[in-house]
């Protein structure tokens, strides 16, 4: 969570300075960005890593990690050959077009990265509090 934070501060910080001119909205395509988060989320789970600490926990000599790294390569290989054939279909199901939260909601990407902030602040307290129970 911290990591989509600080990643909306420094672009959108990148974007206000005119440090980047603009940012390249892919289209939303409903059908597979949910059908891939569902695989991505089943896959994290099995292993109990997201990418980055899996990357981390592999170079430290985590077998489990590099079976999810190797995993991780090999289901990208197998979209990059099944994509093809899935590309169009999926594309034709529900896409939306390029849009973005503020162009659904109105509110300024300042205000979704305000209230991001806000809600880091907020969590961590009550997850370090959460995590120094003792387990029963």
Same mark, same amino acid.
């Given at each position: 969570? $911290? %990591?989509?934070?600080?990643?909306? =501060?420094?672009?959108?910080?990148?974007?206000?300075? @005119?440090?980047? %001119?603009? /940012?390249?909205?892919?289209? !939303? *395509?409903?059908?597979?960005?949910? /059908?891939?988060?569902?695989?991505?989320? =089943?896959?994290?789970?099995?292993?109990?890593?997201?990418?980055?600490?899996?990357? &981390?926990? !592999? %170079?430290?000599?985590?077998?489990? &990690?590099? #079976?999810?790294? /190797?995993?991780? /390569? #090999?289901?990208?290989?197998?979209?990059?050959? *099944? #994509?093809?054939?899935?590309?169009?279909?999926?594309?034709?199901?529900?896409?939306?077009?390029?849009?973005?939260?503020?162009? +659904? $909601?109105?509110?300024? !990407?300042?205000? #979704? +990265?305000? @209230?991001?902030?806000?809600?880091?602040? +907020?969590?961590?307290?009550?997850?370090?509090?959460?995590?120094?129970?003792?387990? !029963?």
């Amino acid at each position: 969570f $911290t %990591a989509v934070v600080v990643g909306a =501060i420094g672009v959108n910080g990148m974007l206000a300075l @005119g440090l980047i %001119a603009r /940012l390249l909205v892919k289209p !939303a *395509v409903l059908v597979g960005v949910a /059908l891939g988060g569902l695989l991505f989320g =089943i896959g994290m789970t099995g292993v109990g890593y997201c990418p980055g600490t899996g990357i &981390a926990a !592999a %170079a430290q000599g985590s077998r489990s &990690a590099w #079976f999810a790294f /190797l995993g991780g /390569l #090999f289901g990208a290989a197998v979209f990059a050959e *099944v #994509f093809p054939a899935v590309d169009r279909p999926l594309y034709a199901m529900v896409d939306i077009g390029t849009v973005t939260l503020r162009d +659904v $909601t109105g509110v300024p !990407a300042r205000g #979704f +990265v305000a @209230g991001q902030v806000v809600a880091a602040a +907020v969590a961590r307290p009550l997850i370090q509090r959460y995590e120094s129970k003792p387990v !029963a």
